[in-house]
């Protein structure tokens, strides 16, 4: 079984400015995927980033960079300059074993 | 990336009818394919796997008589909502792996009276 724990249900942050999304996960299979899904007001799902298990080097797209600290069983996103258009609701997730589980998610709010 | 589709984007029926939702893959061939719902302000829960050929497999709590799952081809899955009453109204997402990651319909709002 594999659960996920966002326990920030709301954060924000202003304009320009570096904000962190905390997520936790714990799962028993030793081969997982975590990600960040983002979901803007049209609620369509959009992949952040993604992390297989076994890369220790944490992973990075522009603006978007995690934290992984597979002992801690800890997945932090950094959104570092950011963006109005990075208002959503974040959702962190862990796949294995054909299962996508999603944690409660982060509503975002980009203050101008 | 994978692009995923579904269709209708929102419905609205009476108490007591069904509703058909399809899920397609569009640029890619999906033999997995998952049903979630998402009531407002909450997260995704996973409703159903469906794989194609085969039956469906269903999440602890989801009527298989009630969501029925149909996954005949490669790029095509199902989701019909029999009977349908007020609190089957939800956001209803479903999704595809193409290379281990999953790709995800752009959903449907489903509103019972």
């Known amino acids: 079984a594999q659960t996920v724990t966002q326990s920030q249900p709301e954060m924000s942050v202003q304009e320009a400015e570096t904000v962190t999304l905390s997520c936790t996960y714990d799962t028993s299979e030793s081969d997982y995927y975590l990600f960040w899904y983002k979901q803007p007001p049209s609620r369509q799902m959009i992949l952040v980033i993604r992390?297989?298990?076994?890369?220790?080097q944490n992973a990075t797209e522009n603006r978007f960079s995690v934290n992984f600290q597979k002992a801690a069983k800890s997945f932090s996103l950094k959104i570092s300059d950011s963006q109005l258009g990075d208002a959503a609701m974040y959702f962190c997730a862990s796949y294995s074993g054909s299962r996508l589980t999603f944690g409660e998610g982060t509503q975002l709010t980009v203050n101008p | 990336g994978a692009v995923v589709s579904q269709h209708p984007s929102r419905v609205i029926c009476k108490s007591g009818t069904s509703v058909k939702i399809e899920c397609r893959s569009l640029d890619f061939q999906a033999t997995t394919m998952f049903w979630y719902r998402q009531f407002p302000k909450q997260s995704l829960m996973l409703m159903a796997t469906s794989n194609e050929g085969s039956k469906a497999t269903y999440e602890q709590g989801v009527e298989k008589d009630k969501f029925l799952i149909n996954h005949a081809s490669l790029t095509l899955s199902t989701l019909t909502v029999t009977s349908a009453h007020p609190e089957d109204s939800s956001f209803y997402i479903c999704s595809a792996i193409s290379s281990n990651e999953q790709f995800f319909g752009p959903g449907t709002r489903l509103t019972v009276l």
């Open positions: 992390q297989e298990a076994y890369k220790q």
